[in-house]
């Protein structure tokens, strides 16, 4: 009992607006938690499924929704410092829990009595007369005992209980390959030579890498702020071909880390489950709750973009590739190691801008402070930082989000810079979702960012490139999504959306990094406070569509991929890398390398959720194109425009079909027509 009361998890937390003791939470807390939430869990849904009454809305659907809440609570810190602060003892308790979570869902997905509890009251539903937000819960529902398995038979339903627990040790298998593959690789030069092309700061940074590490010369990793900017200022070519192999090997290496066979076997158990829930493919099982529906029209849409944009892509390409000979005086080809140092000084030349002059204008807590005044500005809600809120790294901010009416909003979590234990890349989380308590209270949500950007050094700030502060915000559109949702059921609730509909404030928000007026606001020089002068203002804007070709053929060439996989319909005995060169063979610009490989790191779609879905990024890109017209037209900081999309799509999270949300936001359909003329690839049509 006095191992229970010392548990945080046992108790109501005690902190500022609820949220997690992460300052009292010890590894050893987690598994009896998971143990105890899960027991509560399995009851809770008995008693549901044994319910006496007649079922009911609020019996069955209602009473689902809201149980789990230990399971949930253990769950939410869990797996946020999991992402982010992972060690080995961490590790293995997500290896030993994994297969009971898998279990657990399994049995409240193809629990029969529950089933059929559920279906009665779905088949009643036009005759309820549910608000749309309860007819969404009970579609949603009702969707996903049927996803998992409850229409099967008594058989069928075995073979889906051990796929889906064993496709759920997989692919967080496949993660931590990939976290500890990457962790393992070093670059240490010695030779002041080895760093000829690469800027002061990123020697510093070096430095800096290797004294934490008691080493002595210049320390480089697979982390974005050390491999980006290696690859894009480093004047060795042998080197920049040394670190890209190494990038392009994670999880192909044949040892313990290697994701290959991890690989097939996700790929035949997702084959396997689709075709037991009477799919042919993966994809059209996937697919089939998502606003691209089916595999044909994903593919219509990469297609229509690699039509549009692979010509420029190649005209792109013969340009880098005549500078590289003229700068070399030699017949070189430029390689995949090459692109990213060639096009860098291309851009220069002609736009006489790049990230180590405009880094002292995006110092990280200036950039920070123009990303919350920009929230500030469109939608009037303000941020308070609070150090009393408990967080899992002294690294980590929080801070209380204010409404315009002043009222209460969200507790946001902030976390920027790369750390051994945390994955690759840039997300945002729940820690919380937002709901309606049974009183009618509103629980307001729990958000966070993380993010792997340039950590300060010994002399100077920590100092964004223009992507990074493009990535900041990114995450932080995903995270007003989060904090402005305004519905009565967690599971409904910010983005808890369909897959291809999630990146739309996302990205919609990365539009005002080239819009000269936000760089007013945000672009301060960290040393003398100066605003970033109008000309370089004038070159970054004038530099946005440079290679957007080439970077839009990337991204289709990762959502060919996918889809190559994920429309398989035999089992997968190949050699992986054979498979993902054919894949995205028609996207290829640069020229490919054969034994590299990215499928063996490709999270996203391997351990993450977006199999069948990485095509959602350009989905979403066509409609915040089409979003952001109209800001561009009615002023980008027009207060009724994002009044307009907080109240349409921001706040209604997954109440609706997205394709209604988006049409009540524009009144119209969108065409990808914004996003040819955004990006230059069309010109604009004057009447």
């Known amino acids: 009992m006095t191992e229970l009361m010392n548990n945080p998890f046992f108790r109501k937390y005690d902190t500022p607006f609820g949220t997690p003791p992460f300052n009292e939470i010890k590894t050893a807390h987690y598994e009896p938690a998971f143990d105890e939430g899960i027991i509560q869990l399995e009851n809770e849904v008995l008693a549901i499924a044994g319910n006496d009454q007649p079922a009911t ?48 869902s399994n049995n409240i997905y193809l629990n029969e009595k529950l089933f059929a509890r559920v279906k009665n009251i779905y088949e009643q539903k036009e005759r309820l007369n549910l608000s749309t937000e309860d007819a969404k819960l009970l579609e949603e529902t009702f969707e996903s005992f049927c996803v998992r398995g409850a229409n099967l038979n008594v058989e069928d339903k075995e073979k889906y209980r051990k796929l889906s627990t064993e496709l759920s040790a997989l692919k967080l298998t496949f993660d931590q390959n990939v976290l500890k593959d990457k962790n393992r690789y070093e670059l240490l030069l010695t030779d002041e030579d080895d760093l000829a092309g690469l800027p002061d700061s990123i020697r510093e940074s070096a430095a800096l890498r290797a004294k934490e590490k008691d080493k002595e010369g210049w320390l480089f990793n697979l982390t974005a702020p050390s491999y980006v900017p290696f690859m894009r200022y480093a004047a060795s070519r042998p080197l920049r071909e040394k670190m890209y192999r190494a990038y392009m090997s994670v999880g192909n290496k044949g040892d313990e880390y290697d994701n290959k066979e991890i690989i097939r076997k996700i790929v035949n158990i997702r084959l396997e489950i689709a075709k037991l829930m009477g799919y042919n493919t993966y994809a059209e099982y996937s697919l089939k709750h998502t606003m691209a529906k089916n595999p044909a029209n994903v593919y219509n849409l990469l297609n229509q973009l690699l039509a549009a944009y692979k010509p420029v892509a190649i005209n792109e390409y013969n340009a880098v590739q005549g500078f590289a000979m003229g700068t070399e005086q030699d017949n070189i080809t430029v390689m995949p190691w090459d692109w990213n140092y060639y096009s860098e000084k291309l851009k220069d030349i002609r736009f006489d801008v790049n990230d180590e002059m405009t880094r002292p204008y995006f110092e990280l807590n200036n950039v920070k402070k123009g990303v919350f005044g920009l929230a500030t500005q469109l939608y009037g809600i303000t941020f308070k930082e609070n150090k009393e809120i408990p967080v899992y790294h002294p690294e980590v901010d929080a801070y209380e989000v204010y409404d315009a009416d002043s009222k209460f909003l969200a507790v946001l979590y902030t976390d920027f810079h790369p750390r051994n234990g945390k994955q690759s890349g840039a997300w945002m989380n729940s820690v919380k979702e937002q709901y309606m308590k049974a009183d009618g209270t509103d629980s307001r949500p729990q958000i966070i960012i993380v993010m792997n950007f340039t950590r300060p050094t010994e002399t100077k700030p920590s100092l964004l490139t223009f992507d990074e502060a493009n990535t900041l915000l990114h995450e932080f559109g995903h995270a007003l999504h989060g904090m402005f949702a305004n519905g009565k059921y967690a599971s409904l609730s910010g983005t808890n ?32 406070g100066e605003k970033i002068p109008q000309e370089l203002v004038r070159k970054l804007v004038d530099a946005a569509n440079f290679n957007t070709g080439y970077q839009c053929c990337r991204q289709l060439s990762f959502g060919m991929l996918d889809m190559a996989w994920h429309t398989q319909t035999e089992p997968f005995e190949g050699d992986v890398t054979t498979f993902e060169k054919q894949a995205w063979a028609q996207t290829v610009i640069v020229q490919e390398v054969p034994e590299t490989l990215m499928s063996s790191s490709f999270g996203h779609i391997f351990s993450g959720g977006y199999a069948a879905g990485y095509y959602g990024y350009k ?48 009144g119209q359909e969108p065409t990808i027509d914004a996003l040819l003329i955004r990006n230059g690839i069309k010109k604009t049509t004057r009447k």
Do not use: C
Not at 504 to 528: C, G, R
């Open 57 to 104: 809305f609020e019996n069955t659907i209602v009473a689902l929704e809201r149980s789990g809440k230990l399971l949930n609570k253990v769950s939410s810190a869990f797996f946020n410092v999991l992402n982010a602060e992972a060690d080995d003892e961490m590790m293995d308790i997500s290896q030993k829990v994994s297969p009971k979570l898998s279990e657990s």
């Open 497 to 528: 959306v369909y897959r291809d509909f999630v990146e739309l404030p996302s990205q919609l928000m990365e539009n005002w990094l080239t819009e000269k007026e936000f760089l007013d606001q945000i672009a301060v020089h960290y040393e003398t």
């Open 619 to 666: 989905w979403a890109e066509v409609l915040d194109a089409d979003a952001f017209s109209a800001f561009k037209a009615a002023g980008i900081f027009n207060k009724e425009i994002a009044h307009s999309f907080r109240e349409n799509v921001l706040s209604k999270g997954g109440m609706e079909d997205p394709a209604i949300l988006y049409k009540r936001f524009r």
